[in-house]
Nanobody, 124 residues
Framework: QVQLQESGGGSVQAGGSLRLSCAAS????????MGWFRQAPGKEREGVAS???????AYADSEKGRFTISWDSGKSTLYLQMNTLKPEDTAMYYC??????????????????WGQGTQVTVSS
C-alpha cells in the first residue's frame, strides 16, 4: 500500500516560483516510479514530470526547462520545483506512484496510487 500527501501549492504571480512536495509512505519495498500530474477545470489530467527509481526522468514539452522533478529517497519525498510560472500552469497538481516498474512515464493510467492534490494558481 502507498499513501501520498502533497503540499506546497498556493497563489503566485506570473514569473514566480513554487516548490511542491509529496510525502510518500511505502509499507512494502517496491520497484517504483513517481510522477506529477495536473488537471485544470474543464480539462483532462495531464502529465507534468516523472522520475524513476532507475534515475530516468520525463517531462512534458511545455515544462522542460521550467520544472524540475526530484526524489529524496531518505525522506521518501517527491518534489517539483516550478519556475517561471505562467497563468496556464494554474491547476490542481497531483502526486502519483507507479509500482512494479522503475521507469519514468507520463502515462497516467500506469500509475497505481494518487494523492489528494494541491492547488496552484498563477495570476497574470
Amino acid at each position: 500500500q502507498v499513501q501520498l500527501q502533497e503540499s506546497g501549492g498556493g497563489s503566485v504571480q506570473a514569473g514566480g516560483s513554487l516548490r511542491l512536495s509529496c510525502a510518500a509512505s511505502f509499507t512494502t519495498y517496491y520497484t517504483y516510479a513517481m510522477g506529477w500530474f495536473r488537471q485544470a477545470p474543464g480539462k483532462e489530467r495531464e502529465g507534468v514530470a516523472s522520475i524513476g527509481r532507475d534515475g530516468s526522468t520525463a517531462y512534458a514539452d511545455s515544462e522542460k526547462g521550467r520544472f524540475t522533478i526530484s526524489w529524496d529517497s531518505g525522506k521518501s519525498t517527491l518534489y517539483l520545483q516550478m519556475n517561471t510560472l505562467k497563468p496556464e500552469d494554474t491547476a490542481m497538481y497531483y502526486c502519483a506512484a507507479r509500482v512494479g516498474s522503475s521507469v519514468a512515464t507520463l502515462r497516467a493510467f500506469l500509475y497505481n496510487y494518487w494523492g489528494q492534490g494541491t492547488q496552484v494558481t498563477v495570476s497574470s
